[in-house]
């Protein structure tokens, strides 16, 4: 933030601008709570991969309690590449030691969602939890209603 935000001087503080970022991050307890089920249900691993600054990214995770279900993140501020380099995803698989024709990755940024796909991973492009929801059960991810 320092480089990107603190590079001059600005009338707000590096404390007063982190808590404004934080006020932003907004659960999607749904979707939390659907991957959450959908990984005890299935055995399913989760792998997280981000875009996210240090400060952010840790918030997140321990603000909505994604560590309780999420195997891994590979997040951009800890391996230094970031969405859309194929790179990344390439890691993410290594890390999940999971084939890629057994992963589905959910995304709503389409950029992101194409990438992957090019290496061959199935993909979502997250629209809605009504639309993700219904895509996961057309691959055979369905809960008990």
Same mark, same amino acid.
């Given at each position: 933030m320092r480089r990107v935000v603190f590079y001059e001087g600005?009338?707000?503080s590096l404390n007063v601008f982190k808590k404004f970022m934080f006020s932003q991050s907004k659960p999607?307890?749904?979707m939390i709570n659907?991957?959450?089920?959908?990984?005890a249900k299935y055995g399913l691993k989760i792998v997280v991969v981000s875009n996210e600054a240090r400060e952010l990214n840790a918030y997140r995770i321990h603000t909505f309690k994604l560590d309780v279900f999420v195997d891994s993140f590979i997040s951009s501020c800890y391996v230094h590449l970031r969405k859309p380099d194929e790179d990344i995803f390439r890691l993410a698989l290594d890390i999940s030691q999971v084939n890629h024709k057994q992963i589905v990755y959910i995304d709503n940024t389409f $950029?992101?969602?194409?990438?992957?796909?090019s290496l061959g991973i199935k993909s979502i492009f997250h629209r809605d939890y009504k639309t993700t929801q219904a895509k996961l059960a057309?691959?055979? $991810?369905?809960l008990d209603k």
């Open positions: 600005r009338r707000f999607y307890p749904q659907l991957i959450a089920q959908l990984k $950029l992101f969602v194409q990438v992957a796909e057309c691959l055979g $991810l369905v």
